[in-house]
DNA sequence: ACGGGCACTGAACGTACGTTTAGATTACTG
DNA sequence: CAGTAATCTAAACGTACGTTCAGTGCCCGT
């Protein structure tokens, strides 16, 4: 008894053809429950709940998912579909500024978005995989951003695609302090995403570190646990493999 | 039955004076409720499953803290201080760089930001609140390496301040993806945090826009929706306010 | 010594949840 | 047009949850 859809027995079952095996109810709770899950949670969110506003009963949730797991499951793969479907016009406006430019051009993107924000921080082996993906097109964007002369080299081309990456799908996760923070919905459209991606762009043109201040970090995080010729970063597929290193004793003065 | 603790009627009720009124029992149930809810959510977390891991009953949870939303709120309140107390020498080593590098340092720092990572996500006026210092701090910071040499002067340090703090949390969010690709584990101490912290460097350092991409991508979101003299940034106060700025018509097309 | 108060427990209560079941209605096939 | 499969519902089931309750033992002031 939340939005439309009152009458339960009438219901617009005909707007489609039903031959289409993914469109219909089935389809109406999907969203329902990409909508539920995006802003409430997978936790907090009920069967009966999504059930409510794709106007169905809690049974044919289950009929048509098998469980609400399913139901998850659905939900992760057509909003990771989604993305990578949209994926392809990335970064063409921001040059790698802004991971997902291309997804909020859509018409519903919020809902995805807001979705993926979710999801984003707990683990799930396709999340993981999608990250990968995102980091191997930045990583493939950014070379040939040098090659047109739009970015600078880097030492380690992979490591720094896969920060920006972090930084630009956290700015998402935490869309709601960067709407607090700048007036910038990083869910909606192109409308104040410019408070947010000016100053990005700053610090992403000029730095924020002299070059003094930058040798002096340099040097100190090079000090500690990573020697300067070692493998850079990781190929973007083990699962969790080489964090940590065991334990080794670290001064406990780091200045 | 699931750590130590399992004789629940010899609890060891005197490894502190039990005149102290938030030790004992009280603070055993809430460091395994801050680390049970930094794991696996609060939704997802029972009162008798925090019960269980502090070796006392589900009613003496309640007893103590009213519910389970005023555990919940015991526990933002004791992580809040804890990363406030830990706040003083932010930023000492990294310049701006390493928000919450002081807290790492810390003997028991994984479950704090663990639940921090947690809380972030969801709206919350206290962690909002403490969002909002943190960027007040980075713009003290950010004044001050100005004066010193260490940091450029920026065309909207406030700006510049929340994003990088944005930048900051938003990996710690992510620290499971920054772990798989960078190999960096930024809830642990300084140990592979290099990983990360190496490339962030490059970033804010060097930047990676050359000056005709940093041109180009700034008249780009100049055009739209932000008029250059016009405030830049939110004074970090306000709940929610002016995000978002009504519904002004967009062009649909932004390129 | 003793009585009040506090920490603490096992058991029970009410509820909301995911899921199952049986049946109704509809749509498609021969 | 009969039969069958699919779609969909209301109702019920079992469970796990947050919370309440009544009681027990221990500590402390007098």
Redesign the interface.
Known sequence: MRSAAEGVGARPVDERRRTDLDRTARARIRDAAVARFGVD?F??TSVRAVAADAGVSAALVIHHFGSKDGLRAACDAHVLETIREGKLATM??????DTLAALR?LDDAAPVLRYL??V????SPRV?AL??EL?EDAVGY?AE?ERT????P???PR??A??????S???L??H??????????LL???????????????????????????A???A???R???APGRAP??P?A????????G??P?P?E??
């Open positions: 949670g936790a907090s063409a406006g921001g040059a790698g500024l051009r924000a979710r984003l921080v707990e683990p993981a990250v990968d980091v950014s951003g002369g739009l970015l600078r880097s030492r380690d490591a720094r896969a920060v920006m990456i972090v930084w799908l956290g700015a996760v935490l709601e302090h960067v709407a607090r923070l700048l007036g910038a919905d909606d459209g192109a409308d104040g995403i410019a408070a947010y991606s000016l100053p990005a762009a700053e610090l992403l043109g000029e730095g924020v570190l002299t070059p003094a201040a930058l002096q970090v340099t100190l995080y090079e500690l646990g990573h970063s990781a973007a083990a699962p969790t493999g080489p964090g940590g290193e334990a080794p670290i406990d780091t200045r």
